[in-house]
């Protein structure tokens, strides 16, 4: 059996976005920017995704721009508020995604900003007291970074309670919500934020397609240069089937978002109630009201732990020690660090899809049994 439990790094395709995106690998392959027909035709189905995605945020269709993805998105949100909008001091943590904290580094690095970060409770969420006091002190113009849930904790932000703030002493807002579009209902109509992000693959998507949502308050320029594309914002050729696929893979989501996350967190549970059975000494780094897709284990310290995903691959489970974008990385998870957990300890990460069974769950921890047993021996 081969078990993918590594669904936050990404997820398969649903046969179903597959089936939506085909006539536009075969077809429909006109440029959007054409004038003819075939342009024409591409373009309407790129603006009906955009109108459709744009309706499950509650937003204007004109507020929606299609990326390369959520690594893209941050980058144009952070370095187009601090180019346009005047923002000269980020708020952020510690623990935030790589596209996040390697961006306001290279800000502060070039003098451009003041780089401040919040701190955070024991199990990793924001100390939305010490957040506001920041925000109380800060004297010039703001803008506060946090994502909606860690991507290897799954720890969840109270983006209301952060919009709130943001609104109190304006300062604008940008949320990293990879994780989450598609796992949560999101209302921009109701809770302010400048900026959300998205990437398609997180859903059962493409890869290489995904969006960033421009509050139209927040007036900024493109990111990248060199066509008229997505109404002068982001210029190049778009990525035509990987926006269809986008909309379809939101589409199924939300339709089945209830249904979806009670079968998930069924499975999570399952997986959390048998490996506290059947492996002493474990503590669980994802709290239990967090991201209901994500687990992320801490297994005591062995020596043979640093073979621990080594060997999991080896039994065909697939999961992860952190952020796929750190993988081959020597330098330990800088999310995990801030646990300060037992040297040698092992921290992994499972994370589910609506594919995954319950026959797949007891297939893991029966080989997670059979290895410690191997190692204690």
Known sequence: MRVYLD??????????????MLPYLHNHFGNPSSIHS????????IEKARKQIAGL?????????FTSGGTEANNMALQCSVRDLGVTHIITSQIEHHAVTHTVEALKKENKIKLTYVKLEADGSVDYNDLEELLKASSEKTLVSLMHANNEIGVLLDIDKVSELCETYDACFHCDTVQ????????????????????????HGPKGVGFIYVNADALIKPLIYG???????????????????????????????????QYISSLRAHLKKRLNEEIPGIIFNSPDNGLYTVLNVNFPASEKNELLLFNL?????????GSACSSGSNIGSHVIAHFNREEDSAAVRFSFSKFNTKEEIDFVVDKMKEMM?????
């Open 7 to 20: 669904n936050a790094a990404t997820t398969a395709l649903d046969p179903k976005v597959i089936d939506a």
């Open 38 to 45: 075939y342009g024409r035709e591409t373009r309407a189905a």
């Open 57 to 65: 945020f509650h937003v204007s269709p004109g507020e929606i721009f």
């Open 180 to 203: 989450t579009i598609a796992h949560y209902n999101l209302d921009l109509q109701k809770t302010k934020i400048h900026f959300i992000s998205c990437a398609a693959h997180k859903f």
């Open 227 to 261: 066509g008229a594309q997505e109404r002068n914002m982001r210029a190049g050729t778009e990525n035509l089937y990987g926006i269809i696929g986008l909309a379809k893979a939101l589409e199924i989501a939300y339709k089945e978002l209830e249904e979806t996350k």
């Open 313 to 321: 691959d080896i039994a065909g489970i697939a999961a992860s020690g």
């Open 373 to 377: 047993l191997v190692t204690v021996q």
